[in-house]
């Protein structure tokens, strides 16, 4: 029988529309779709990452798929790894700031084909597995308290910078 069965309501992942909630993991072949579709807030905006519990619903699903991505693939350049860090500027160059082709990255970054290949489909994995971690700690505490931990976190910061 159609219909009938503990996964046909999320046999695509999804359960229903925006109000849903994304059922399977992040993979790298989503977070590379996602990437890119970065400019297109259309395409962006029916991304399965807009189904993720740390998207708000209230307004355009794109623009926060987007920041998200952005402030991850940041925090990826910023690692303290180095193979992390290459991977996140290869994604940030390529996909954010449009530098130009693979081939001009490649060059830029001093980087052989196949490094960075890897680097690129490590990035992809590594964004991926953060959104993965992201949808599990807002499943587990709710979209508004995670976002009241964010603004207690960097009030905490400024609150720190402001007694050096």
Known sequence: MKGVGPRSA????????????LQRPVTSEIVKKALQ????????GESR???????????????????MLI?????????????????????????????GSHELIMERLYLSRPTFYRRLNKGFAIVAEQLNELTVITAR????????????????????????
């Open 10 to 21: 999320t046999a695509n992942g999804m359960d229903g529309e925006r109000g849903g909630s």
């Open 37 to 44: 579709d970065l400019r297109s807030q259309s395409a962006l």
């Open 49 to 67: 990452l807009r189904l993720l519990p740390s998207v708000s619903r209230s307004g355009p699903a794109s623009v926060d798929v987007r920041a």
């Open 71 to 99: 402030d991850i693939v940041s925090e990826l350049m910023a690692s303290s790894k180095p193979r992390d860090a290459e991977a996140g500027r290869v994604i940030f160059d390529y996909y954010v700031k449009r530098v």
């Open 141 to 164: 505490l709710g979209f508004k308290k995670v976002a009241e931990l964010e603004e207690c976190a960097s009030f905490g910061a400024h609150s720190f910078e402001a007694t050096k």
